[in-house]
């Protein structure tokens, strides 16, 4: 029973993280699709000469997406493995992107100028998908939501196995088998050594002489 529990919650967790690479895979995507239009851009206008290196939007996008891959790996890592100290590692780290994710959310909602808090952008991208976002926010909003409830399962269904415990792996090349034969300590006879036995016969010997 607990191997069918540990097979289940296996496969739930992996299902559950699945997402976030999903999400992770799609921004990456998104961020090379920038890359693209932003190489595109400078070859084809002198303003962007001076910026040499990629905008702070496209590397964030594109750090943002790698990120979401790696966690993603973690966790099929500790799914597979069912170590604690895996699993532990796991779940600090949902939780660590729920509290980010949540002050992100928190600092939108509530500060009204917290665009001005971002560097400028010379590729304008940011406001573009701004306006996607804000064009389609029912759509996001029900992404959003999945996502965050995806972390949240993942963080029950980590901590549920890391309870259960690894897969306990019976060993049949034992040496128990074939463990050799133990004298005790306590009974063990010593055997007197031959040079003695000898110097006693041949004492006896000159004593019958």
Known sequence: ??????????????????????????????????????????DSSSSFDQYTTAPWVICTFIGAGVTLCIITGIGHL???CGSGCCLSCYT????????????????????????KDLPYD???KFNDFRDFVESNFDMFKWIGLLI??????????????????PEQVANCDSNEEYAPARVPLMNHIVQPPEYIVA???TSNWNLNK
């Open 122 to 124: 010379p590729t304008g």
């Open 92 to 115: 600090l780290i949902i939780c660590m992107l729920l509290l980010l994710e949540t002050a992100m959310a928190a600092d939108i909602l509530l500060n009204n100028d917290w665009e």
């Open 199 to 201: 110097a006693k016969n």
């Open 78 to 80: 500790a799914a597979n």
């Open 1 to 42: 029973m607990t191997k069918i529990a540990r097979v289940v919650l296996q496969a739930l967790l992996k299902a559950m993280n699945s997402i976030l690479g999903l999400l992770g895979i799609a921004i990456v995507l998104y961020g090379l699709w920038l890359v693209r239009v932003w190489e595109r851009d400078m």
């Open 148 to 165: 965050i409830l995806a972390q949240a399962f993942s963080i029950l269904l980590a901590t549920a196995l890391r309870s259960i415990g």
